[in-house]
């Protein structure tokens, strides 16, 4: 985990001259705006986002207090496409491909907290829309996802919509039923 400054020109200082602005750009960690090119992610946590091969490619940002939004990731870039990507996959394969099973859950801190916690299984789809790319992508290492997120109001809706689109994968679905108010987070 790291941490962005809450400035609008740390990363661009410490990276600039290294990588160049305009890569920093291309890779969604700097933003051209009208005034110019500031830092895409201030005062967030940052979860590092890794490929299977355990490369970094991507960041997801959660904002301390009521800053929004809450979460932020990186932008679609040569190396990452959102949509085609669970996190903490490349953590998570081998342990998921054994169990021929994954836990599904909505967020960084479930996957890290349910890893912790010996379910080496965990993935996120990084928010709540689970894609087609992201089920066939599962797909190719388990027969089976157990849908694991919020018991809210969104995570209820979602949980329906994700099983649809498990199931045209050709996988098997289970939703785990949560306490309310309960997530996978604070259930470990």
Same mark, same amino acid.
């Given at each position: 985990l790291g941490y962005a400054l809450p400035g609008w020109d740390h990363a661009k200082r410490a990276f600039g001259a290294r990588y160049g602005i305009e890569k920093l750009v291309e890779l969604g960690v700097l933003v051209e705006g009208e005034k110019g090119t500031y830092d895409r992610f201030r005062d967030r946590t940052i979860f590092p986002i890794y490929d299977l091969s355990g490369r970094p490619?991507? @960041?997801?940002?959660? %904002?301390?207090?009521?800053e929004q939004p809450k979460y932020l990731n990186s932008? #679609? #870039?040569?190396? @990452?496409?959102?949509?085609?990507?669970?996190?903490?996959?490349?953590?998570?394969?081998? %342990?998921?491909?054994?169990?021929?099973a994954a836990v599904l859950v909505e967020g960084y801190t479930d996957v890290l907290t349910l890893h912790q916690a010996g379910i =080496?299984?965990? /993935?996120?789809?990084?928010? #709540?829309?689970? #894609?087609?790319?992201?089920?066939?992508?599962?797909?190719?290492? /388990? =027969?089976? &996802?157990?849908? %694991?997120y919020d018991r809210d109001a969104a995570g209820s809706a979602a949980s329906v919509?994700?099983?649809? &689109? +498990?199931?045209?994968?050709?996988?098997? /679905?289970? &939703?785990?039923? +949560?306490?309310?108010? =309960?997530?996978?987070?604070? +259930?470990?």
């Open positions: 490619i991507a @960041f997801g940002g959660r %904002a301390f207090g009521d932008p #679609t #870039t040569p190396l @990452f496409d959102k949509g085609r990507m669970l996190y903490g996959l490349s953590w998570a394969r081998d %342990a998921a491909r054994q169990a021929k =080496e299984n965990a /993935v996120c789809s990084m928010g #709540t829309a689970l #894609t087609q790319g992201q089920a066939d992508l599962l797909g190719r290492f /388990v =027969e089976e &996802v157990v849908i %694991a919509r994700g099983m649809q &689109v +498990l199931r045209d994968s050709g996988l098997s /679905v289970r &939703v785990a039923q +949560l306490a309310q108010g =309960e997530d996978p987070d604070s +259930l470990v």
